[in-house]
């Protein structure tokens, strides 16, 4: 099997390449990156006018299964990856179980690989159930296929249970990903504490909740030497410790989502439960912060939290609804609208935060297409027109605040292993 995508802009920031070429896949594997390739029976895709990549990566999505298969599944999240342009995802332990075994390791690589049509690379939990207590099997982890460890929503708040955590992360070199939210700090709240939080009567998540949290584990990565990498940062202090770190020579990271540079608090419909995620919406200042730490360079990866909620839960009082959004399908857009229509960051930049950027800390083995690599691709378009309609989701969820947003870029294919796993239209 071969495919030949042809004529478009080829930006591979591994090997350095931003021309316009052709890209030849044979057999699953990239046989060539040149102008004029063809190959007997090789299917043909004409990418002119588009940008052609290395498969995308986003390092942190919910798919929900085992146990929560009403909002997600393996095979409906890779199936709204790989609509994103999205070739790889990474999955956080929160299931039912969670997954703190290689038993649930095991499933969700067994399940992956006969439902998925993207690769699904699983995260371990830290802790047993994600209690925040006692490690969990790290070692039977990694061997069953876990390529980080992480508890995610749930914070690990023990200073010492969270050293000894990046020291078994270390002997195993698995990065430690933490959500970081000083709970004691948070607690109770809804949305970023600011004007709006007090003129809706909704309580307040401070910022110096994020902050807190990522000082303290800066400090424990340093005595450790822990690769230590900080989810979703939200907040202007947050990315100027991580700047601060990797400045240092210390081996930490952050990603940011495109709804923490997309939207501040400040956007926020009143009491819209497709608003309410963690961390919440920053302020205007915290936000432009984010965007400038992108284009600087102290932010490694664009990942989108992809956090699917079915509308029986999240359609409830804004207190009570579940924290998070749906953001498989809308990031490469929503990160062309702010970062490079805007002039903030250059395609090349944008490429990388997708690819090399989340290759290095998770080092999955993708974000190139040097020959012999991975036949993953995803094409996408920086002029198209489309509009988000969120009832064309192929995620089972529908919990996004930029339904109906008409984009400027976006999509337009997406090959794994050099078959063609999705094309708009």
């Not at 947003?405 to 239209?425: L, N, Q, S, Y």
């Amino acid at each position: 099997m071969s495919i030949v995508i042809k004529n478009g802009r080829v930006i591979d920031p591994a090997s350095q390449t931003d021309r316009v070429a052709d890209v030849l896949i044979v057999d699953g594997r990239v046989a060539g990156v040149a102008p004029n390739l063809s190959s007997p029976k090789a299917e043909v895709f004409d990418a002119t006018g588009m940008i052609v990549a290395p498969g995308f990566i986003d390092m942190h999505v919910h798919l929900r299964e085992p146990g929560f298969e009403h909002a997600e599944t393996i095979e409906s999240g890779s199936r709204a990856a790989a609509a994103g342009g999205f070739t790889s995802v990474c999955c956080m332990p929160n299931t039912k179980p969670v997954n703190d075994s290689a038993t649930v390791t095991s499933y969700i690589v067994e399940r992956a690989r006969r439902k998925a049509v993207v690769n699904v690379f699983p995260i371990g939990a830290i802790t047993k159930g994600s209690a925040g207590e006692e490690l969990a099997a790290i070692g039977a982890m990694k061997e069953a296929g876990a390529v980080a460890i992480s508890d995610d929503g749930l914070p690990v708040m023990s200073a010492r249970v969270m050293r000894r955590a990046m020291e078994f992360a270390r002997s195993y070199d698995l990065p430690i990903i933490q959500h970081c939210e000083d709970l004691n700090l948070s607690a109770g709240g809804d949305m970023h504490e600011g004007a709006n939080s007090v003129r809706w009567g909704l309580r307040g998540i401070p910022a110096a909740a994020e902050d807190v949290m990522a000082a303290r584990d800066l400090l424990l990565a340093e005595l450790t030497g822990a690769r230590y990498h900080i989810a979703h940062v939200s907040t202007r202090n947050a990315v100027a410790m991580v700047d601060y770190a990797r400045k240092r020579g210390l081996p930490v990271s952050c990603e940011a989502t495109p709804h923490h540079f997309a939207l501040s608090d400040q956007d926020m419909a009143p009491y819209d439960s497709n608003y309410k995620m963690k961390p919440p919406l920053r302020s205007v200042r915290d936000r432009a912060a984010v965007v400038e730490a992108i284009a600087a360079g102290a932010v490694s990866a664009i990942a989108t939290d992809h956090a699917p909620h079915p509308g029986s839960e999240k359609m409830q009082e804004f207190e009570r609804c579940p924290f998070g959004i749906i953001g498989l399908e809308t990031a490469i857009a929503l990160s062309l609208q702010e970062l490079v229509h805007t002039g903030k960051i250059t395609l090349n930049r944008l490429v990388e935060l997708f690819t090399t950027g989340p290759e290095s800390v998770m080092r999955l083995g993708r974000g190139t297409l040097a020959t012999g690599a991975l036949g993953d691709v995803t094409v996408f378009s920086t002029e198209l027109t489309w509009t988000y309609d969120v009832n064309q989701s192929h995620s089972r969820s529908r919990n996004s605040p930029f339904d109906g947003k008409t984009f400027r870029g976006g999509p337009v294919a997406t090959v794994v292993g050099g078959e063609m796993v999705w094309r708009r239209g």
